[in-house]
C-alpha cells in the first residue's frame, strides 16, 4: 500500500499560481500511473491530471495549458503546477496513486491510493 500526503494548497487571487506536490512513500512514482483529481462542493471527483510510468502526461481540457503534472523520481513525489487560477478551479485537489503501469488514469475509480487532500480556493 502507499501512502500519499499532498501539500502546497492555499488562497490565492484570480490569475495566479500555486505548486501542489504529493510525497509517496511505499510504492515508487515510477512504477505506476500518478494523478491528481478534484472535487469542488457539491460536485463529483474529476480527473485533472496524470503522468505515467514513462513520463507521458494527460490533461483535462479545463486545465490543458495552464497546469503541468510532473515527477522527481529521486524524491519519490509528483508536483502539479497550476498558472492562470481561476474561481472555477477552486476544490480539494488529491493525488492517487495506480496499481499497474496501463491502467485507465482518467476515472478516479481506478485508482485505490488517495492523498487526504489539499484545499486551493481562487479568489475572484
Known amino acids: 500500500q502507499v501512502q500519499l500526503v499532498e501539500s502546497g494548497g492555499g488562497l490565492v487571487q484570480a490569475g495566479g499560481s500555486l505548486r501542489l506536490s504529493c510525497a509517496a512513500s511505499?510504492?515508487?512514482?515510477?512504477?505506476?500511473?500518478m494523478a491528481w483529481f478534484r472535487q469542488a462542493p457539491g460536485k463529483e471527483r474529476e480527473f485533472v491530471a496524470a503522468?505515467?510510468?514513462?513520463?507521458?502526461?494527460l490533461y483535462a481540457d479545463s486545465v490543458r495549458g495552464r497546469f503541468s503534472i510532473s515527477k522527481d523520481n529521486a524524491k519519490n513525489t509528483v508536483y502539479l503546477q497550476m498558472f492562470s487560477l481561476q474561481p472555477e478551479d477552486t476544490a480539494v485537489y488529491y493525488c492517487?496513486?495506480?496499481?499497474?503501469?496501463?491502467?485507465?488514469?482518467?476515472?478516479?475509480?481506478?485508482?485505490?491510493?488517495w492523498g487526504q487532500g489539499t484545499q486551493v480556493t481562487v479568489a475572484s
Open positions: 511505499g510504492r515508487t512514482v515510477s512504477s505506476v500511473p
Open positions: 503522468i505515467r510510468w514513462s513520463g507521458n502526461t
Open positions: 492517487a496513486a495506480g496499481s499497474s503501469r496501463f491502467q485507465p488514469v482518467r476515472n478516479s475509480a481506478d485508482f485505490g491510493s
